[in-house]
C-alpha cells in the first residue's frame, strides 16, 4: 500500500521581482545544469526496459547467504530448507517495501523541491528527479505484486520521518531529507542488494536505479554544499543531529529478525544475543551502510565534531 500524505497548504507566493519565485535564468554551465543533461539523457521507462518476463524463481533463495545474520542461530539452521526459503522471501518482501515507501517519500519530497529551491537550475534538476522516483515506485510496486500477497506498510520511523519532511517549511531540510539522509541510505541498500540477490529481474532494474540515484546524491551534495557554508554553529549542529537521530531510528525500525523469531516462537533474548555477536563479528557490514551517507555528510559540512564523536561511539566510521 502506497503512502498518501496530503500537503499542508501553503501561503500563496507573490510574482514579485524580490519574492520567492527566481527570475533569473543563468547561462553559465554549471556542475548541476550538467547534471540535469545527465538527467535528460538517462531515462529509462519501468515498463518496456525491464525484462519482465523473467519470473521470480521463489522456489530458490532470492539471496546468498552473504550477510545473512541469522545463519549459526540454532533454530534457524535447524530448520527444513523449504522453510528458511519462506522466511528468506518474507524478509526480501519486507525489505523491498521499505525501500518503495522511501522512494514514494523521495518523490513527494521532490515535488515540493521543485517548487521551494532557491534557484531555476535546481528547480529544473528536481523536475528529473521526480520523474526518476516514480519510475522507481513504478518498478518496486510492481515487483511486489509479481511476488504476491499485500504491500506491507512502511515501518513507523519511515512513517514519521516522511510525514516530518513533507510538513516541514525549511527547504534546506527538506533537501536534507531527500538528498543526504534518504538517499544515501537507499543508495547503500542498492549497492548491497545489487551484491547479494540471486532474482535476475532486480539485480538488471538496480543497475538502473543506481544510475538515478548517484546523480541525486551528487546533486544534494553540489547544491548543499554552498548553503551550509553560510549558516552558523548551531544551525549546522541541528541539522548534524536531525541527520543522526533519523538515522538511529530508521536502522533497526523494520525489526524484521525479531518478527520472524516472534513468529517461529524462538528465545528472543537469545536470538538477540546471536545478532549482537553477529554484528560484533562483522563491523565492517554497518560501517558499508553508512559509508555513503557520512561521505556525503563530510563534503557538505554536515559532518561536524559532535557527529563524528557520536558515528564513532557507534562504531560507524570507517
Excluded at 554553529?233 to 516472534?262: C, H, K, P, Q, T
Aim: glycine share 4%; charged share 25%; with cysteine.
Amino acid at each position: 500500500m502506497l503512502i498518501h500524505s496530503p500537503l499542508k497548504k501553503q501561503p500563496r507566493q507573490t510574482a514579485e521581482p524580490n519574492g520567492d519565485i527566481p527570475w533569473h535564468y543563468p547561462q553559465a554551465k554549471t556542475p548541476i545544469h550538467r547534471l540535469y543533461e545527465l538527467a535528460k539523457t538517462g531515462q529509462w521507462n519501468a515498463s518496456t526496459d525491464v525484462p519482465w518476463q523473467q519470473d521470480c524463481e521463489v522456489a530458490h533463495f532470492p539471496s546468498g547467504d552473504e550477510g545473512n545474520p541469522l545463519l549459526g542461530f540454532p533454530d534457524y539452521d535447524g530448520l527444513p530448507e523449504a522453510e528458511r526459503r519462506r522466511l528468506s522471501w518474507w524478509q526480501h518482501r519486507l525489505e523491498i517495501a521499505e525501500l518503495l515507501h522511501g522512494e514514494q517519500a523521495a518523490m513527494l519530497i521532490a515535488s515540493q523541491l521543485v517548487s521551494c529551491l532557491p534557484s531555476v537550475e535546481a528547480k529544473l534538476f528536481a523536475s528529473t528527479q521526480v520523474a526518476d522516483e516514480a519510475r522507481h515506485v513504478e518498478f518496486f510496486s510492481r515487483y511486489l505484486h509479481e511476488l504476491g500477497g499485500e504491500i506491507p506498510p512502511p515501518s513507523n520511523a519511515l512513517m514519521n520521518l516522511i510525514h516530518e519532511c513533507i510538513d516541514e517549511p525549511r527547504w534546506d531540510m527538506k533537501f536534507i531529507s531527500c538528498q543526504i539522509l534518504i538517499e544515501s541510505l537507499a543508495m547503500a541498500r542498492f549497492q548491497e542488494l545489487r551484491q547479494h540477490t540471486c532474482v535476475p529481474l532486480l539485480r538488471f532494474a538496480i543497475d538502473y536505479i543506481l544510475r538515478d540515484e548517484a546523480r541525486h546524491v551528487r546533486f544534494g551534495v553540489e547544491f548543499l554544499r554552498e548553503h551550509l557554508a553560510t549558516l552558523n554553529e548551531n544551525a549546522l549542529e541541528e541539522r548534524s543531529r536531525f541527520v543522526l537521530d533519523n538515522v538511529l531510528r530508521l536502522a533497526n525500525s523494520l525489526n524484521i529478525y525479531n518478527r520472524i523469531g516472534m513468529a517461529k516462537g524462538w528465545d528472543l533474548a537469545e536470538l538477540r544475543r546471536h545478532l549482537r555477536r553477529y554484528r560484533l563479528q562483522h563491523p565492517e557490514l554497518n560501517r558499508q551502510r553508512f559509508r555513503q551517507l557520512t561521505l556525503n555528510m563530510d563534503a557538505v559540512g554536515l559532518l561536524t565534531a559532535a557527529g563524528r564523536a557520536r558515528l564513532e561511539r557507534m562504531n560507524l566510521l570507517s
